[in-house]
């Protein structure tokens, strides 16, 4: 698994970075702007409710970079898949406790300058210390197929496919070591 080192500075999204949050732009190749869309109109609403946590990250000049939003979870999976994950529930337990990635993006302006790698740095570090704190047994994303290559270069694996999307997953027994 490559860890980066984080040149950028992170914060918990707050109502104080409302205008760099509307001036944030990303679109992936195919015009799709989701990501976008929910930092500039969910993130805020869904942090009141105390549902989903967003963390931003901003270069030396203020300027909005990335971010990614976490939420907890549980996932069903089969036999098979858990042992290829290394989980192992108790009988009685049908369900996995997971933390998921709910969106990760970086802003247009700064793509391919390794900002990705930073922001995924910083999501097994945080998971890491929630699955410490918790007990938290998997970090779930729901990759697009584009991304697949970028999730599994930090060790998810495929789950299995929700629609247009692959939903991934790491043990997070393999990045407990980030926090010691």
């Given amino acids: 698994m490559t860890v980066i080192n984080n040149p950028l500075k992170e914060e918990w999204i707050n109502k104080n970075h409302y205008s760099a949050i509307n001036g944030f732009s990303c679109i992936d190749e195919k015009g799709d702007n989701q990501v976008q869309l929910f930092l500039q109109e969910e993130a805020l609403d869904l942090l ?11 270069d030396e000049y203020r300027n909005l970079i990335g971010f990614y939003s976490l939420f907890n979870n549980t996932i069903k999976a089969n036999k098979g898949k858990r042992e290829e994950l290394s989980i192992y529930l108790p009988y009685e337990v049908k369900e996995i406790p997971a933390i998921r990635l709910h969106y990760i993006g970086v802003d247009n302006k700064y793509r391919r300058q390794g900002h990705g790698d930073n922001l995924m740095t910083s999501v097994l570090v945080n998971c890491a210390k929630i699955a410490q704190l918790s007990g938290c047994s998997l970090i779930t994303v729901e990759s697009t197929k584009n991304a697949i290559g970028f999730y599994e270069k930090y060790g ?5 496919t929700e629609g247009n999307f692959n939903l991934m997953g790491i043990n997070t027994k393999g990045i407990l070591d980030l926090v010691k």
Avoid at 48 to 58: A, D, P, S
Avoid at 156 to 160: A, D, G, L, T
């Fill in 156 to 160: 998810f694996v495929h789950i299995r």
């Fill in 48 to 58: 009141e409710r105390n549902l989903v946590r967003t963390r931003l990250f901003f």
